[in-house]
């Protein structure tokens, strides 16, 4: 099983980015997708989480609001749509998928994909 995240990159204070994470099948031991972040010299933290199954979300306190993750079944993706970006939001972001359900402890998630860079500048 393989998670591949992608749309990462370079924005302005203010701007949008839409993280995508694909699996390359169905993780049928999994049933919540979570998205991570680590800043340069920080601890990896949670962003956001998804049922694969009912589709609740799950966010951290400081990234509700301008971050909404979502998810599509049929083609096995879940999507990170960031708005307001600061600079603070600036680190590679990492898709995990877990099954104890909607957790922000990443030792909750068995796979993870290879993290996507996001560097949004003042």
């Known amino acids: 099983v393989q998670l591949q995240a992608s749309g990462g990159g370079l924005v302005q204070a203010g701007g949008s980015l839409r993280l995508s994470c694909v699996a390359s099948?169905?993780?049928?031991?999994?049933?919540?997708m979570g998205w991570f972040r680590q800043a340069p010299g920080k601890e990896r933290e949670f962003v956001a989480g998804?049922?694969?199954?009912?589709?609740?979300?799950y966010y951290a306190n400081s990234m509700e609001g301008r971050f909404t993750i979502s998810i599509d079944n049929a083609k096995n993706t879940v999507y990170l749509q960031m708005n307001s970006l600061k600079p603070e939001d600036t680190a590679v972001y990492y898709c995990?998928?877990?099954?104890?359900?909607?957790?922000?402890?990443?030792?909750?998630?068995?796979?993870w994909g290879q993290g996507t860079q996001v560097t949004v500048s003042s």
């Open positions: 995990a998928a877990g099954a104890y359900g909607l957790q922000s402890d990443e030792r909750m998630y068995n796979y």
């Open positions: 099948r169905r993780i049928y031991s999994s049933n919540v």
């Open positions: 998804v049922s694969w199954s009912s589709g609740t979300t």
